[in-house]
């Protein structure tokens, strides 16, 4: 069992910056990918960002350009810079890790809100 937990959300004005982070409770290393993903209220969850192993990343297409993910595998912590918010980054933000293509665990949640 792989416990996450997200920090990092909270109100910002458009136009502004924040930076997501998911603390796994053991090591990432070896993991298949780990992921960050977004929800509102009635609508699918989505993809925002993904890195694989080996490092390669995958956005969604309404983030690409702001908001860049990366890994840190010494300290098992993965980050979300997210640039140039919008309203309609308004969202759940949920950590995704995934140790093989098969299996994936959730984080509870961190909610960004990006308001004036």
């Known amino acids: 069992q792989v416990q996450l937990v997200e920090s990092g959300g909270g109100l910002v004005q458009p136009g502004g910056s924040l930076r997501l982070s998911c603390a796994a409770s053991?090591?990432?290393?070896?993991?298949?990918?780990m992921g960050w993903y977004r929800q509102v209220p009635g609508i699918q969850r989505e993809l925002v960002a993904r890195?694989?192993?080996?490092?390669?990343?995958d956005y969604g297409d309404s983030v690409k350009g702001r908001f860049t993910i990366s890994r840190d595998n010494v300290n098992n912590t993965v980050y979300l810079y997210m640039n140039n918010l919008k309203p309609e980054d308004t969202a759940v933000y949920y950590c995704?890790?995934?140790?093989?293509?098969?299996?994936?665990?959730w984080g509870q949640g961190t909610q960004v809100t990006v308001s004036s």
């Open positions: 995704n890790a995934k140790p093989t293509p098969v299996v994936a665990y």
């Open positions: 053991g090591s990432i290393f070896s993991f298949y990918a």
């Open positions: 890195i694989s192993r080996g490092g390669n990343t």
